[in-house]
Every structure is written in C-alpha cells, then in structure tokens.
C-alpha cells in the first residue's frame, strides 16, 4: 500500500461508475480511504438535487458493497467558497489523510499550495460518466442504469431521484 489515508472529494450528485473506478483504485493503493461529500449544504437543486444524508447513505452501501466499510471515513464538507483557505476547511473536517485523489485541476492546485501530496485520476468514460448526464438522461426519458452502481440505481429509484429531477425542472420552468 502505497498510503496510509487517502481523501477523494466529490460532490456525488449521483455517485456514477467512474466514481466507482476511483474508490477502487483508492482502495488497492491506501489502507483507508476517506470520501468527503462536498456541497453537503446543497440539495433539491438541479445542480446538487440528493440531500447530503441520501448521498452518505450511497456511499455507504457501495462501500458495504465493496467490503470496504471498516476501511473507510465519509464526511460532509460544506463550501465556504473561498478557495485559497478551502483545503483548511477540509482538513479541518477531516481525519488526518496522506494525500488527496482528483481529477479536478482546481482542486488538485489547491491542495498542492498546502504541501499535500496530490494524485491525478484520468477520468473513465468522462462524456458518459457525469452527474450532469444522468440528471439529463432522466429529464429526456433516457435510461441512465449503465451509468451507475447496480445498489446506487436501487437507491435512487427507492429515493424518488427520477420524479425530483423531474420536478425540479418544473419548478424551474414555473
């Protein structure tokens, strides 16, 4: 194991396979992983439509799913938008980690002013796997099943995350 902790922030709005393919890269090289959920005061917005409890409760169940719960922290982590001091913010709400997963330029520079080891992901699939994309297949009746976990599909069904993009739109829209 190349870390002992490493943090992957994501804002998980839905959780898709690429964020799959990152937590078990995550998972093969640290002997812990910690998922900060980011926008945590964010819901019931096209943007950020899951609350920050149904998206841990995701999280969770991909992490039980992956045999990797007792190998894990998830921890809510709201913006302050102030970018120079946000790594702070997140060090602050976050156990002690030895380097930080991303794929975001922005954060992986913040992070990096810190003195924080940084690790690049090349994005999988980048025009398929994307929050955005799901939420849009929904708004045209598309399925967007292959785009996410199979337990992560089940949860948002039993969320009602079709019928709230949906009525978000519409509010939207009135």
Not at 144 to 166: A, N, S, T
Request: net charge positive; hydrophobic share 40%; glycine share 6%.
């Amino acid at each position: 194991m190349k870390y002992r902790r490493a943090l992957f922030i994501g804002r998980f709005q839905p959780l898709h396979n690429g964020h799959l393919h990152v937590i078990q890269r995550i998972l093969q090289e640290s002997e812990e992983i910690i998922i900060a959920v980011g926008s945590a005061q964010e819901s019931y917005t096209l943007r950020n439509p899951l609350t920050v409890g149904e998206r841990i409760e995701i999280i969770h169940d991909v992490l039980k799913m992956l045999n990797a719960i007792d190998r894990a922290y998830i921890v809510p982590i709201p913006d302050i938008n102030e970018n120079a001091v946000w790594p702070a913010r997140v060090m602050e709400y976050c156990p002690k980690f030895d380097c930080v997963y991303s794929g975001n330029e922005l954060v992986i520079m913040l992070f990096e002013r810190f003195g924080i080891k940084t690790v690049r992901i090349q994005h999988i699939k980048r025009n398929l796997y994307q929050g955005k994309v799901i939420r849009e297949r929904i708004l045209r009746g598309l399925d967007y099943r292959d785009l996410v976990p199979e337990i992560v599909y089940k949860k948002l069904k039993q969320f009602g995350f079709d019928e709230r993009i949906k009525r978000l739109v519409g509010m939207q829209n009135g």
